[in-house]
């Protein structure tokens, strides 16, 4: 199984440039190719490709600007 870990800023105004970063753990005994896809709101981030050895860990860092409409974040990730 793939564990992912998200490293989300806890405090971001309107306009912000930031790094959400995610990291994902390969809990199995055999090494795994994922795919990463994250979404903050409605919009969808560029896909990630990673592979991870058997119970390695890897960080990715997509960079994200925080919309100027003042609405509440909701970030989501999945592992495939």
């Known amino acids: 199984d793939v564990a ?3 490293g989300i800023p806890p405090v971001m105004r309107q306009g912000d440039k930031i790094n959400l970063e995610i ?4 809990g199995t005994n055999v090494g ?5 896809i994250l979404r903050a709101n409605e919009t969808t981030l560029p896909e990630q490709k990673i592979k991870l050895e058997a119970g ?22 999945k592992a495939f």
């Open 56 to 77: 390695a860990a890897s960080a990715v860092s997509i960079p994200y600007v925080v919309p100027e409409n003042g609405e509440a974040m909701v970030f989501e990730a």
């Open 32 to 36: 795994k190719e994922i795919q990463l």
């Open 23 to 26: 990291t994902a753990k390969n």
């Open 4 to 6: 992912l870990f998200p």
